[in-house]
């Protein structure tokens, strides 16, 4: 089994966006896996990694594998320091949108993993960690 | 990554080659509306099978593109949607209504030539 290694990619530009999710795809894949939950997780990995530039022209996404009592899966995480969110329950809603984008980024992340847990504080920054679970 | 865009006849054929930056897929959208009006062209495919990911930002240049060439009279079709991009295009909820889509670059050519008789 090859050494599955963590991984960051700092996002500053759009062509970071997809570094991010070639290399996601990639770490999925090593860790088992199909080509279907592999593209789902690279797509989540641009949402997320889109947001960073959006909204806080800057931050970093780290992807890495986990193991708990024989589950294996993968966590994202995509952090920045932009000026944080003021309504996060706004945010999750289908349609919502603060930048005239499509309005979809984080709800639709959310229905592409397993797990979202969202922190954000005003002014600080904002941090999504999403996990999906080999099945 | 520049895409190649070819001119078969009324129509053209763009064909990504690999994964596209935000960046590419703008200069992908002045390409093609550049050409559609300099070879007054009646239709165009735009071919996505080597295209892995298709999130928020793709949808949308792409509906746009169809927009915008559909202003100038021309048709688009989307070919080569792969089963499991389309599958995540779903889960996140993206849609490409008023889009032409085929299943491959034959089919797209037979959609865009059934038009153009159509229409004549």
């Known amino acids: 089994m090859p050494v599955l290694q963590d991984i960051v990619v700092a996002i500053r530009s759009d062509g970071d966006i997809v570094a991010a999710r070639q290399q996601g795809r990639s770490l999925a894949t090593a860790i088992g896996f199909t080509a279907t939950d592999a593209t789902l997780i690279a797509t989540a990995i641009s949402e997320l ?17 986990v193991e708990i009592s024989l589950r294996k899966g993968i966590v994202i995480g995509a952090r920045d320091s ?3 969110i003021r309504n996060i329950e706004d945010v999750l809603r289908d349609g919502y949108s603060t930048s005239g984008g499509l309005g979809l980024g984080l709800p639709g992340v959310r229905r592409l993993m397993d797990e979202f847990a969202i922190e954000s504080e005003l002014g600080q920054g904002t941090m999504v960690t999403v996990k999906k679970w080999l099945r | 990554m520049e895409v190649p865009i070819l001119k078969q006849g009324r129509f ?13 897929l703008l200069q992908l959208r002045r390409a093609l509306i550049d ?3 300099h070879f007054r062209s009646n239709g165009v495919i735009i071919d996505v099978t080597a295209l892995d990911v298709m999130d928020s930002f793709a949808t949308r240049t792409l509906r746009d593109i169809t927009n915008m060439i559909r202003l100038r009279g021309a048709d688009t079709v989307i070919v080569g949607i792969q089963p499991e991009v389309a599958f995540a295009m779903v889960q996140l ?5 008023g889009v032409a889509t085929a299943l491959d670059l034959e089919e797209g050519l037979e959609h865009l030539q059934h038009r153009a008789t159509g229409k004549s």
């Open chain 1, 49 to 65: 990694a889109r947001n960073i530039v959006l909204y806080a022209g800057r931050g970093e996404v780290m992807i890495h594998s």
């Open chain 1, 82 to 84: 932009g000026p944080g």
């Open chain 2, 12 to 24: 053209l054929i763009a064909t990504i080659q690999a994964a596209l930056s935000d960046a590419d």
């Open chain 2, 35 to 37: 050409k559609v009006i």
């Open chain 2, 93 to 97: 909820g993206l849609t490409m209504e």
